[in-house]
């Protein structure tokens, strides 16, 4: 079975880091370009980075440049999102997406083929 699993959500206070891990089973990431996406109450899901299969191309959202990072370890089947000076309304559900392709293209953030059941971030004094 197909399954992709975030973990690493939380409770943290303004200007604070997390390190959210999405882990794949039942298939390799290594073949698939992995977004990031969140989505808050009351808002639409909104993708924020996404990493390409080789780990050689990023894309990151206007809102999170600067302060979040894509990356990968192959070898063990993950992908990391780390979240540096998070802000409260960086609060959401975040989620990754595998795509059936090695790239992101152009509309990575509109859509994601295969997702996780995401994990709650919290940002909060």
């Known amino acids: 079975q197909l399954q992709l699993v975030e973990s690493g959500g939380g409770l943290v206070q303004p200007g604070g880091s997390l390190r959210l891990s999405c882990a794949a089973s039942?298939?390799?990431?290594?073949?698939?370009?992995i977004g990031w996406f969140r989505q808050a109450p009351g808002k639409e899901r909104e993708g924020i980075s996404c990493i390409s299969a080789s780990g050689f191309s990023t894309n990151y959202a206007e809102s999170v440049k600067g302060r979040f990072s894509i990356s990968r370890d192959n070898a063990k089947n993950t992908v990391y999102l780390q979240m540096n000076s998070l802000k409260p309304e960086d609060t959401a559900v975040y989620y990754c997406a595998s795509y059936i392709r090695r790239i992101c293209g152009n509309n990575w953030y509109r859509e994601g083929d295969y997702w996780g059941q995401g994990t709650q971030v919290t940002v909060s004094s």
């Open positions: 039942g298939f390799s990431l290594t073949a698939y370009a």
